[in-house]
Structures are given as structure tokens and as C-alpha cells.
């Protein structure tokens, strides 16, 4: 799957937000992991807070930690 501009972006900004420290987006090998990026040399896979609800989130087996966010008019908020 083919990531939009906005979207690395928004995932770059919750990296950042949520590191204490170090923090980069996954390689596309990575990706086909579900690794979206790594904080402090954890992997983690970023979902917008509304996948909570979705079918998805029962259905799809994540084995590393999610880090949500929320679009805000001030920006990107983590969860």
C-alpha cells in the first residue's frame, strides 16, 4: 500500500510526539511487518483514535504497541 504525503506526515508527528528520546518511520520492509515506526528503539504501529471501533481492530492481529492519535484543529494529539 502506497502512503499519501499526509500520512507519513501525520505518522512522523506522533512519532515525535510520543518519543522520549529517538524515534523513525519503518523501512517498507518494516511496514510489511506492521511495524509503522519506531519510539526508542520499540516498533509501533499508528492508528488513528477512530480504529478503536472498527471491525478491524477484532479482526487484525497487531503484535506490537498502537499508538493512537486524534486530528485536531491544534494538530495531531497521541492517546
Known amino acids: 500500500m502506497d502512503k499519501t504525503f499526509e500520512g507519513l506526515q501525520i505518522q512522523l508527528n506522533v512519532l515525535q510526539a510520543a ?3 529517538n524515534y523513525r518511520l519503518a523501512t517498507p520492509e518494516e511496514e510489511s ?3 509503522d515506526g519506531w519510539i526508542d528503539g520499540e516498533p509501533v504501529s499508528i492508528k488513528p483514535h477512530t480504529y478503536k471501533k472498527t471491525v478491524e481492530m477484532g479482526k487484525e492481529k497487531i503484535v506490537h504497541r498502537i ?3 486524534k486530528k485536531t484543529k491544534k ?3 497521541t492517546a
Open 67 to 69: 499508538v493512537f492519535y
Open 33 to 35: 511487518e506492521g511495524i
Open 75 to 77: 494538530g495531531i494529539v
Open 19 to 21: 518519543a522520549q528520546s
